[in-house]
C-alpha cells in the first residue's frame, strides 16, 4: 500500500474516534465552543487528507458533514439529536469505507449513492443549497405537447410516435429561436444545431411574411428552428450555453405526440401558445436539481479529469478541456471562469466541481424527494478495522513488559537446574527429560516473547537525528558559518534506550564539528573548499549493532598539535610525544582533560570533551573511534549495540565466586600450563602466538582469598579493553547467559567495578564487572 | 472562394461565412432564376440558408455533406416555405 494511504488511515482511525467522542459530547452539553472546534477541526483535516487520494465520495461527504459543523460552530445552527445522528452516521459510513479501503484501496461500488442519500440530510439544515444544483435549460416534461411540433413533418412526426410507442421511449424536441441580431455576434444558430449529437429531425420556422426584396436585412436572423434529438441534456446545455435563453427543451413520448397529431391538443395548444411566442420564451431557471443534467455535468467534468492526466499538455486540448469544464460547471450552477487554462488549476476546478457536486440520486426520479431512509451503522456493528490499529503506549508498560520478560527468561532457566537435581538427587532420568521437554516448549515461547517485546522498543533513529536540522542551522547562523547538514539512515532501527542515551553524545560530536571542525568561509575560500561545509550524520546497522557516523569536511584534527597538547597537559610522556603514532595521537582527544580548543566558545568546551562522549557511549556498551585527516575533514564513529534490554554475559568463576563479563570484549578463554606463565617486571604475563599478554590475578585484584591449583593449568580469560589485550586469571568457565542487567543502585552504587547485577536461573546473583574499573583497581592493587 | 457567382448559377464551396452572406444575398436578389450549386458546400451560415429561404434558388446540385443534405435539403425543398400547421407566429 502507498505508505501516504497507510498514514492516512492510521490517521483516519484517531480522528474517527475523535468525532465520535466528540459528537457524543457535544450531545450532552450542546454549544461547547471548544468541543464543536475540535470535531470541526477533526472533520476538516478528514477532508483535506481524503483529497489526496481519489475517493471522490470521501471528500463529499466529509465536505457536507464539515459545512454543517461550521454551521454549528459559527452559531447558525443549534446541534440537535437527529444532526448529531446524520453526522454519526456519515462517520460511521466513513469507518466502513475505510474498512474497505484497508483491505482493497478503494471505496466501496455502493459509496456513491450511500453519500448521496447522507449528504442530502447533511445539507438540509443548512439550507441545502449544494443539492440543489441550478441549471439553465429545463427539460419539461409534458402530457401535451408544444403547438411548435407544427414545424415538423408531419410524417416524421407520425413515424416517429410509432416508434417512440412501440419502446416506450422518449424523445427530446428542442425550439431554438435566434434572436435577430445574433449574426453580429458571430453566432450561426444552424452551426450550433449541426453540432447537436444524434440529431434526429430539423423543422424550420420561416417568417410569416418575408420582407419586400428591396427590405430584405440579410443581417437580422428571421428563421427559427425546431429539431428533435437523442442527445443528452448536459450536450444540449453545452452547446446552446450562450443561447440558453433562446430555447426550449421538451421530452415526448409517442402518446403525446400522437394525441397532438389526432388534434387532441388543439385546445391544450391554444392557450400556451402565447407563452411559446418565439423571442419570449421565458427558460425558467430550473430550482429543483435535474438529477441527468447533473450526472452529464459530472461525466463531462470526469472525463475531462481523465483527458487531463493523460494529455496535460497543448494548449489547443487545453482550450477545449477548458471550455467543456466551463460548461459543465454553468449546468451545475457553479459558474467558473477560465482564462489561462493551465493542467494544474483546470484539474484543481474540476476537483473542487466534482466534490461540491453530489451525484444525483436517481438519473430519472423527478418525484419530490422523500426522505430517503438511511441505513444508520448501529453502534454494536462490529464496522470493520479502519488502517492497522495504533496504540500509544506510555513507555513505563514496555518497560515494565521487558523486566516481566527478563523474570521469565530466569524463571525459565530455573528448569535446567530442577532437571538436574531431578536426575542427580532423586536418580529420576525420565523425569529429568520430561522437565528439559517443557523447558525446550517454554524456551521457545519467551524468546519470541523476548523479541517482539523488543521490537516495540524499536525506534527508528531519525528520533534522535530530529533535532540536528534546527540546531546546525541555529549554530551555524551565531558561528556565522555556512553549513549543510546531510542526514542519511535515519530510518535505521534501534532499541528506544539506546536512542535515548545516544542524543547527549550526538550533540556534543554535532557542536564540536560546528564548533572547531568546520572553519569559516572565508577560510574555507582561501584553502580551496567550496563554501559551504557539510556535516553528515550517517546511521547504518551493522548486525547487532548501530552504527553512527558523524562527519565533516572541516580542518581535521592536527596531530601534532594534539601531541604537543597532551604533553603540555601531563597525559603522555615525552617518549610518547616522539613515538605515538598519528591516528593513537588523534585518539588522545578522548583523554579526560584534554581539551584543544583555543578559545572557549558557548557551544562546546563547557568542561565536557571528548573524553564524556567516549564514557557514556561505553556506558552503552559501544565504542567510539575517531579518524581525522588534516585539512579534510574529521569523522566519529559510534558503534552501540541495537538493545540495550539483554546483555550477553560470560560467567565465569573466581574464589567460588561467580561473576560475568560482557561476551562482546571477550576474545578468547584459554588454559595455560602454570609453567608457562611468566614474571616481567611484577607483572604475570603469557605469551600466546608470540605476543605477550599481561595476567591480571582477578582474585587479588577483587580482594578476594584464593591460591590456584599449582598442578592445574590455569584457566586465563583474553579480553580486550581499550584496544588492549589483558588475561584475567579466573578459577573456572561456565556458560554465556542472556541476563537483563540492572545497574547498581542505593547502598552499591559507590562499587564502580561492577556495571550491574543480574539474576540467575538457579536463584544467584551474578556481578557484572566494569572491566575498565577492575583494570584500573588491579593497577592499583598490583 | 467559397462563392462563385455566375450569371445564373453560384457555387458554393466550402464553409460559407456570413461574410459571405451579404454578396450571395445580393446576387440571389439581383439574379432572375438563380440557381445554386450546393454540391461542395460544407456548411452554410445561418444568414445564407435564410437568404436562400427568401429567395428560392433552385438547387441544382444537392450537397454531399451530410447534415445539409440530411436535415437542411429538405426545408430549401420544401412546399413553398409554408408549414402545414401553424401554430405560432415567427418574429
Known sequence: MNPLLAQFLAEAADLLTQVDEGLLQLERTPGDPEMVNEVFRAAHTFKGSSGLFDFPELTRLTHAAEDLLDAVRAGALPLDSGMTDDLLAAFDLIRGWLAHVTSNECLPATAGADAAALITRLRAPIGGEKVKVETTVAVARRDSAPAWLAYFDEEWLAETAAWLRTTSAQMRFIRYVPDSGCFFRAEDPLHLIRQVPALERLGLIEPVEWPEAADYDEYACMVAFVFAARAAVGEIDYLFRYVSDQIEVVDLDGDTIQRYLSGEAEADAAAPSEADEPGTVDTVRSSPSEPELVADARAILTAALRSLAINPTGHVHLVSVANAITAAAHALGDPVEIREPDVVALTATVTRLLGDTPPPEDAVSTAPIEPIPVDRGRADDPGGQVGSRILKVDQEKVDHLMELVGELNVAKNGLTFLAQAAEEEFGSRALSRRIKDQYSGLHRIAEELQASVMDIRMLPLSVAFSRFPRLVRDLSRRLGKNIELVLTGEDTMADKDVIEALGDPLVHLVRNSLDHGVETVDERLATGKPGTARITLAAVADGDAVVVEISDDGRGVDPTRVRRKAYEKGLISEEELETLSDSDAVDLVFRPGFSTAEQISDLSGRGVGMDAVRASVEKLGGAVTMRSELGSGTTVRLRLPLSMAVTQVMVFSVAGQRFGIPVDLVVETVRVPAAEMSRVLHQDVVVLRGEVVPVLDLARALDMPWTPDQTQDRAILIVGVNGQRVGLLVEQFHREVDVILKPMEGLLAYANEFSGTALLGDGLVLLVLNMKEVLGLAARVG | ?91
Open chain 2, 1 to 91: 472562394m467559397p462563392l462563385e457567382l455566375g450569371d445564373t448559377t453560384a457555387t458554393l464551396t466550402g464553409v460559407v461565412t456570413v461574410d459571405e452572406v451579404e454578396e450571395l444575398a445580393a446576387w440571389l436578389q439581383a439574379t432572375a432564376k438563380p440557381r445554386v450549386n450546393l454540391r461542395k458546400c460544407n456548411h452554410l451560415h445561418t444568414g445564407a440558408l435564410q437568404a436562400m429561404l427568401r429567395f428560392r434558388p433552385k438547387v441544382s446540385a444537392a450537397p454531399t455533406d451530410a447534415f445539409l443534405a440530411g436535415q437542411v435539403l429538405p426545408l430549401l425543398e420544401g412546399s413553398g416555405g409554408e408549414p402545414t400547421r401553424q401554430g405560432s407566429e415567427p418574429p
